[in-house]
């Protein structure tokens, strides 16, 4: 499932997405989307900006080269 979350992130740019937004794309619950969105911050995949509602989420350089790296499979 992170898979995706790291696709949807990119489709996405430099401008990120809302919280909400990328949580209606997922058709998830906030618990499991909260759970996968913080193990992606740990291990440096995504980064957020802003607080709440209004924190937008974006992929990061690691995030890229995971997602290219899992492409190539």
Known sequence: MQQVFLEIL???GTLGIKTGELREKLA????LMSCHMK???EC??????GR????KWSLSEAG???LQSSQHL
Do not use: H, P
């Not at 998830?28 to 618990?31: D, E, I, P």
């Not at 440096?44 to 900006?49: D, K």
């Not at 709440?52 to 924190?55: E, L, N, P, T, V």
């Open 10 to 12: 990119s489709e996405t």
């Open 28 to 31: 998830t619950s906030r618990q």
């Open 39 to 41: 193990q992606l911050s």
């Open 44 to 49: 440096g995949f995504v980064q957020a900006e």
């Open 52 to 55: 709440g509602k209004a924190r």
């Open 64 to 66: 890229q080269a995971v």
